[in-house]
């Protein structure tokens, strides 16, 4: 394997002209400047990015933790973070925590051991000290874990309340609220409380159903839904907290032999794509992921220039109504 030195005996420059070369710092002539990268392409010549980062004290590399990426709104999420890591001129390493805490863990230490220029967390299963003495920049997604640590969320109740409205003004009587499990410290529980306020405002019949810890166990959601159509078969309204909860809600009317909208009007939360793809298209509450995504990687750039920036980022949601209702 060709090293630097190779490189710069064969260009006839000093190993600090190459250095400058591929750090694009100090004055080289173009000239120079297209010798040294012929050579390189020549010899097959590729750069040390450990000892670069060592050297210039940044990876340009962000750490991603989520907690699975085969989510549609963390894939979407992790699309929309590479995207626009990309374009500020970093690289996104991305971990799968699957709301394992030592997997978690891990993944941290070896963001940290590969000297990370900051980790944007989608996945919260430790305790806040362990994000508080990271010791790089870190952005949280939908949960607040210091008052120094900037945060990415939606309007969580405000999209609680738009969900809980519009089923109302369909005429719903008696609406189902399925969502995650409250003990976990996230913003999104907001939407809960919304929707709860909003129901015992209009004074309307309201049942809530939580998942277990683990949110994304989608036999779970069958479960949930059964039970809820058995034990009240005169629900007419659901609201879920994801857009995948709405959508075992709508197989689980069907098998049953319940019709959606006409007896049972359903909402879903994301606006994921699979909501505008599916029959009958989702009515949902829609997070700017993109927007969220480009947020939390300008976040990181700020801290690391120094930048002044707002430690609680909340991103306006939109009501999207579709088939469902």
């Known amino acids: 394997m060709a090293t630097i030195h190779d490189v710069a005996t064969k260009a006839g420059v000093s190993v600090t ?3 400058r070369v591929l750090n694009n710092r100090g004055y080289i002539s173009e000239k120079t400047r297209k010798k040294v990268f012929d050579i390189m392409a020549e010899l097959n010549y590729q750069p040390n990015e450990i000892a670069r980062s060592l050297l210039r004290k940044q990876s340009n590399v962000i750490g991603l933790i989520i907690p699975m990426v085969s989510h549609p709104f963390f894939s979407q999420l992790a699309n929309d973070v590479e995207y626009y890591a990309y374009q500020a001129g970093f690289k996104v390493m991305l971990c799968n925590s699957q709301h394992d ?3 978690e863990r891990e993944y941290i230490d070896m963001l940290k051991r590969n000297r990370v220029d900051g980790i944007i967390m989608g996945s919260h299963t430790l305790e806040v000290e362990e994000y508080r003495h990271l010791h790089s920049p870190i ?14 969320s939606s309007d969580n109740y405000r999209g609680g309340e738009l969900a809980a409205e519009l089923l109302i003004r369909k005429g719903c009587r008696k609406i189902a609220h399925i969502c995650g499990n409250q003990e976990l ?3 999104s529980n907001l939407r809960t409380d ?9 004074d309307v019949q309201f049942i809530t159903l939580q998942t277990d810890m683990n949110m994304f166990a989608h036999m779970e959601y069958e479960r949930i839904i059964d039970k809820l159509l058995e034990e009240h078969p005169d629900t007419d309204g659901i609201f879920t907290t994801s857009d995948i909860i709405a959508t075992f809600a709508i197989k689980g009317c069907m098998r ?34 993109g927007e969220m995504g480009r947020l939390a990687v300008e976040l990181i750039r700020r801290q690391l220039e120094g930048e002044s920036f707002e430690v609680e980022n909340v991103l306006p949601v939109q009501l999207v109504e579709r088939s469902t209702t």
Do not use: C
């Open 185 to 187: 410290d996230m913003l």
């Open 101 to 103: 805490p030592v997997k």
């Open 17 to 19: 002209t190459v250095s």
């Open 256 to 289: 049953i032999g319940k019709r959606v909208p006409q007896d049972v009007r359903i909402i879903g939360y994301d606006d994921v794509n699979v909501s505008s793809w599916m029959l009958p298209e989702l009515t949902t509450i829609r997070q700017p992921i």
């Open 139 to 152: 952005v949280t997604i939908d949960r607040q874990i210091d008052n120094e640590i900037p945060s990415v």
């Open 194 to 202: 919304a929707f709860h306020e909003i129901m015992r405002k209009h």
